[in-house]
C-alpha cells in the first residue's frame, strides 16, 4: 500500500495549508499525521483521521475521504515550518504502519 | 512527565551488531504496544518493528527490511525496549526512534532518537 505526498508547499503567514496524502481508498482506513522540524523527533498532530492531541493547536484539522486524506493547517505561523507526514494503520494482512513520503511546508 | 529516551547508536561496520535501548517513563509501560521507526540521513520514516504488550503475548512484528536481522524485546519491569542489529548493512545508517503505540497505530510519543551510522 503506497501513500503519495506532494514534496513540497509554500505558503504565506496567515494563510491556509492542505497537505494532501493520496492512497487507494485511504477513506477506508485510519489516518495519522505527524510533524518533523529539523533536528528533533516527529511530533503526533492528528490522530484518527481528525482528532487533536491536547497540546496542538486547534488551527490543525485532518478530514480522510474516497482517495484523499488532507492535513489543514488555518492561519498559518512562521513555527509550522516543518515536514509533515501521514501515516496509516495497514489492518490487512501487513499490519503495520506505513508512512507517506512527507511534505516539506515552507512558510513565505 | 512522559518520556521515552534512546542510547545505544554508535558507528559499526557493515556486517556487524548493535543493541539499542528505549528507557520510558511517565506512563505504564507494560500496558502498551512499543514501536522502532528509522530515518536516513535527509530521508523519510520507516517504520521498523513492533513489541506489542503482555496481554498481545509481546508478538513482535518486523518490516521486511530488516525480518531475520534485527530483535524486538523488552522488560516491562525495567521499562525497558530493546532493538539487537545484527548483520547491518551500509543501508541501516539512520536515526533510530523508538514510539509508543497506542490504538490503530498512532505513535503519540517519541523519544528523540539515537543515531547508528554502518560504514567501514
Known amino acids: 500500500y503506497v501513500l503519495t505526498q506532494p514534496p513540497s508547499l509554500s505558503v504565506a503567514p496567515g494563510k491556509t495549508a492542505s497537505i494532501t496524502c493520496g492512497g487507494n481508498?485511504?477513506?477506508?482506513?485510519?489516518v495519522h499525521w505527524y510533524q518533523q522540524k529539523p533536528g528533533q523527533a516527529p511530533v503526533l498532530v492528528i490522530y484518527?483521521?481528525?482528532d487533536r492531541p491536547s497540546d496542538i493547536p486547534e488551527r490543525f484539522s485532518g478530514s480522510n475521504s474516497g482517495n484523499t486524506a488532507t492535513l489543514t493547517i488555518n492561519r498559518v505561523e512562521a513555527g509550522d515550518e516543518a515536514d509533515y507526514y501521514c501515516?496509516?494503520?495497514?489492518?490487512?494482512?501487513?499490519?503495520?504502519?506505513?508512512f507517506g513520503g512527507g511534505t516539506k511546508l515552507t512558510v513565505l | 512527565e512522559v518520556q521515552l529516551v534512546e542510547s545505544g547508536g554508535a558507528l559499526v561496520q557493515p556486517g556487524g551488531s548493535l543493541r539499542l535501548s528505549c528507557a520510558a517513563s511517565?506512563?505504564?509501560?507494560?500496558?502498551?504496544?512499543m514501536d522502532w521507526v528509522r530515518q536516513a540521513p535527509g530521508k523519510g520514516l520507516e517504520w521498523v518493528g513492533r513489541?506489542?504488550?503482555?496481554?498481545?503475548?509481546?508478538?513482535?512484528e518486523y518490516a521486511s527490511s530488516v525480518k531475520g536481522r534485527f530483535t524486538i524485546s523488552r522488560d516491562d519491569s525495567k521499562k525497558s525496549l530493546y532493538l539487537q542489529m545484527n548483520s547491518l548493512k551500509t543501508e541501516d545508517t539512520a536515526m533510530y526512534y523508538c514510539?509508543?503505540?497506542?490504538?490503530?497505530?498512532?505513535?503519540?510519543?517519541w523519544g528523540q532518537g539515537t543515531m547508528v551510522t554502518v560504514s567501514s
Open positions: 484518527y483521521d481528525n
Open positions: 481508498n485511504i477513506g477506508s482506513k485510519t
Open positions: 501515516q496509516v494503520w495497514d489492518d490487512g494482512d501487513k499490519d503495520h504502519p506505513i
Open positions: 511517565g506512563f505504564t509501560f507494560s500496558d502498551h504496544y
Open positions: 514510539a509508543r503505540n497506542i490504538l490503530m497505530d498512532a505513535l503519540d510519543v
Open positions: 513489541s506489542r504488550n503482555k496481554a498481545n503475548s509481546y508478538r513482535t
